[in-house]
């Protein structure tokens, strides 16, 4: 079964300080992982995706992801963070067999930026 | 091109109650997904829609329905309405079989 941990609940970071959020995932076969962004009273943004090709993975609003096989991990990382990064970011793998569109999500991350 | 859209935004319904929930999503998306949002549970898949038939299903009971119609709006039926099922309810399409786009949600609370 297909599954993805986020072992934090909350971040702080200050503004201009690198940003990390961490996953690791569970898969049997090969992993469809990615990142999407959650701001209060709307729905989930995506950010970026690994299907395979280079490790470090390129998304929206400066993200970028290091897909990392024998550690099993897809952290998450914004060199530099901003105040509107204060957000609830999810982890998430698909199953990779075909069919279907069935996401499982971590339980999420939530970050706060600090001025 | 116009977003996943849902309808209503917010919704309160009494326990015992049934609810519709409605997600129109991006022009030329044939895949329509639900999940469920609670603070406890983060997300849970229901349900996956593809070309008005339903392809996959999630580990939740028989008073969790939904269906698609053939210009691939999706409707998501919940009968019998318990408390526990106050949550936010996410729609998602997607057009490539990868990434899924998402509503922004309808708010359900059951008293």
């Known amino acids: 079964a297909q599954s993805v941990a986020q072992p934090e609940d909350q971040v702080n970071v200050a503004e201009g300080n690198p940003l990390t959020v961490k996953c690791t995932y569970s898969?049997?076969?090969?992993?469809?992982l990615f990142w999407y962004v959650q701001y209060p009273n709307r729905g989930l943004q995506f950010l970026l995706k690994?299907?395979?090709?280079d490790n470090l993975v390129k998304g929206s609003y400066g993200f970028e992801a290091e897909f990392n096989k024998s550690q099993t991990s897809f952290h998450l990382k914004k060199p530099s963070a901003l105040v509107s990064d204060s957000a609830l970011y999810f982890c998430?793998?698909?199953?990779?067999w075909g069919f279907g569109n069935v996401l499982h999500c971590g339980s999420g991350t939530q970050v706060i930026v600090l001025p | 091109k116009a977003g996943v859209t849902q309808t209503p935004r917010y919704l309160i319904k009494t326990r015992g109650q049934q609810v519709t929930l409605s997600c129109s999503p991006i022009?030329?998306?044939?895949?329509v997904s639900w999940y469920q949002q609670t603070p406890g549970q983060g997300l849970q898949f229901l349900f996956e829609?593809?070309?008005?038939?339903?392809?996959n299903k999630g580990n939740f009971p028989g008073r969790f329905s939904g269906r698609q119609f053939s210009n691939s709006r999706s409707e998501m039926n919940v009968s019998t309405l318990e408390l526990g099922d106050s949550a936010l309810y996410l729609c998602?399409?997607?057009?490539?079989?990868?990434?899924?786009?998402f509503g922004p949600g309808t708010r359900l609370t059951v008293t």
């Open positions: 998602a399409s997607s057009s490539t079989g990868v990434e899924q786009y």
């Open positions: 022009s030329g998306h044939r895949s």
């Open positions: 829609y593809f070309s008005e038939t339903q392809r």
């Open positions: 898969v049997s076969g090969n992993p469809y």
């Open positions: 690994y299907i395979t090709g």
């Open positions: 998430a793998v698909r199953d990779d």
